[in-house]
């Protein structure tokens, strides 16, 4: 018996050494190499059980320090044209082509454009983003869009970003010439998954016309959605792909299903899951701001404070685009128990931008994970 529990214990111990050199070999990587790691190396982190999440959590804090700093960006968002979007993706109660009960509306006049922007600045967020549901603008709405970039910026202050679907060269041209600072363009998943996400444009689409945003000179915001019915193993593939197209940020999206839609019966992804996926990212896109967005409250209810020690490092605040989002100062109090700074102005603790491109500035000050 005893040389059994011997043999048990050996057994565990070894087992254990494996798990922790995994984590070892991303951490020696990523914080004394200051590389990216590998597929190969994330792929090992990513098949430790759950039970150490605790530990994933910790790496992937101590990352989001070492990379980024301990500032959290605000955002917020407004939905400025409603409903009524003839592309058919599964998770969006936008789309014409599904039975959902999501307002439906015209682009916003411009002072309601201005009056949002102005209490995205009393929130205490830096940007402020406008949002159609379109398959992309044409040129009234272009010119709409443009003269409401124009009136945010010289009204407020606050850097502008848009999120108006597929663009021409010429469109993305116009509006860096306009002062878009970024460009929300999503994925929303991986390559292998898409296909069965949207089928009235593709992959390949949104990929063009995220590179046509930063080929305009503007930053590129490119994220998606987690818990379309996605293995662990297309997360990666997803974090990998987003990797790829060097976005400054991505905002994360957990799945919140909504009636009427193709994924309405979609189970929710688990907090765990989440918060694992969470911290894989930040050890995917080190530099990259992770913004937790749509689905966070639903999913991950009263554990938000550890996707913010999971690797995120920005927030949209208020509203998402069709649903309800907690007060602004709810996520302000829980920055402040965590001790998180709130970036205090356009581009702080961001990025230095040059003729190569946008590079993630050095963190100017250190927190121990504690």
Same mark, same amino acid.
């Given at each position: 018996?005893?040389?059994?529990?011997?043999?048990?214990?050996?057994?565990?111990?070894?087992?254990?050494?494996?798990?922790?050199?995994?984590?070892?070999?991303?951490?020696? &990587?990523?914080?004394?190499?200051?590389? =990216?790691?590998? #597929?190969?190396? $994330? %792929? /090992? +982190?990513? *098949?430790?059980?759950?039970?150490?999440?605790?530990?994933?959590?910790?790496?992937?804090?101590?990352?989001?320090?070492?990379?980024?700093?301990?500032?959290?960006?605000?955002?917020?968002?407004?939905?400025?044209?409603?409903?009524?979007?003839?592309?058919?993706?599964?998770?969006?109660?936008?789309?014409?082509?599904?039975?959902?009960?999501?307002?439906?509306?015209?682009?916003?006049?411009?002072?309601?454009?201005?009056?949002?922007?102005?209490?995205?600045?009393?929130?205490?967020?830096?940007?402020?983003?406008?949002?159609? &549901?379109?398959?992309?603008?044409?040129? =009234?709405?272009? #010119?709409?869009? $443009? %003269? /409401? +970039?124009? *009136?945010?910026?010289?009204?407020?202050?606050?850097?502008?970003?848009?999120?108006?679907?597929?663009?021409?060269?010429?469109?993305?041209?116009?509006?860096?010439?306009?002062?878009?600072?970024?460009?929300?363009?999503?994925?929303?998943?991986?390559?292998?998954?898409?296909?069965?996400?949207?089928?009235?444009?593709?992959?390949?689409?949104?990929?063009?016309?995220?590179?046509?945003?930063?080929?305009?000179?503007?930053?590129?915001?490119?994220?998606?959605?987690?818990?379309?019915?996605?293995?662990?193993?297309?997360?990666?593939?997803?974090?990998?792909?987003?990797?790829?197209?060097?976005?400054?940020?991505?905002?994360?999206?957990?799945?919140?299903?909504?009636?009427?839609?193709?994924?309405?019966?979609?189970?929710?992804?688990?907090?765990?899951?989440?918060?694992?996926?969470?911290?894989?990212?930040?050890?995917?896109?080190?530099?990259?701001?992770?913004?937790?967005?749509?689905?966070?409250?639903?999913?991950?209810?009263?554990?938000?404070?550890?996707?913010?020690?999971?690797?995120?490092?920005?927030?949209?605040?208020?509203?998402?685009?069709?649903?309800?989002?907690?007060?602004?100062?709810?996520?302000?109090?829980?920055?402040?128990?965590?001790?998180?700074?709130?970036?205090?102005?356009?581009?702080?603790?961001?990025?230095?931008?040059?003729?190569?491109?946008?590079?993630?500035?050095?963190?100017?000050?250190?927190?121990?994970?504690?």
């Amino acid at each position: 018996m005893l040389g059994r529990t011997l043999v048990g214990s050996s057994i565990y111990a070894a087992a254990r050494m494996g798990r922790d050199a995994a984590l070892a070999e991303v951490e020696t &990587a990523l914080l004394d190499e200051r590389r =990216r790691a590998t #597929r190969a190396e $994330i %792929d /090992a +982190v990513a *098949a430790l059980p759950l039970d150490r999440l605790p530990d994933l959590i910790a790496l992937a804090h101590q990352v989001r320090l070492a990379w980024c700093g301990p500032e959290v960006e605000l955002e917020s968002l407004i939905n400025a044209k409603s409903g009524a979007c003839p592309e058919d993706c599964a998770f969006c109660s936008q789309s014409a082509r599904h039975s959902s009960d999501v307002d439906v509306y015209p682009f916003l006049d411009l002072d309601d454009v201005v009056a949002a922007a102005h209490a995205t600045r009393e929130a205490g967020a830096t940007q402020f983003c406008i949002v159609v &549901a379109v398959r992309g603008p044409e040129e =009234r709405l272009l #010119r709409r869009v $443009i %003269d /409401a +970039v124009c *009136a945010v910026r010289e009204e407020t202050g606050l850097e502008v970003a848009c999120s108006l679907g597929l663009l021409t060269t010429e469109q993305a041209a116009r509006l860096a010439a306009a002062g878009v600072r970024r460009y929300n363009h999503n994925l929303e998943t991986c390559r292998e998954v898409f296909p069965r996400i949207c089928t009235t444009h593709t992959y390949d689409d949104r990929v063009e016309t995220a590179r046509l945003a930063v080929d305009a000179g503007m930053e590129l915001c490119c994220g998606g959605i987690l818990g379309m019915g996605e293995t662990l193993a297309q997360r990666l593939d997803f974090a990998f792909e987003l990797a790829a197209l060097e976005p400054c940020e991505v905002p994360i999206n957990l799945l919140d299903p909504r009636p009427g839609t193709p994924l309405g019966d979609q189970p929710l992804l688990s907090p765990r899951e989440a918060l694992q996926a969470i911290a894989l990212f930040r050890l995917v896109l080190p530099g990259t701001w992770l913004r937790l967005a749509g689905g966070r409250e639903r999913v991950l209810g009263e554990l938000q404070a550890m996707g913010l020690l999971a690797g995120a490092n920005a927030l949209i605040v208020g509203n998402y685009l069709t649903t309800a989002g907690r007060p602004p100062e709810d996520d302000l109090a829980l920055l402040d128990a965590l001790g998180m700074p709130v970036a205090d102005g356009p581009g702080e603790g961001r990025f230095i931008v040059d003729a190569t491109g946008a590079h993630p500035r050095p963190a100017r000050r250190s927190i121990p994970v504690t």
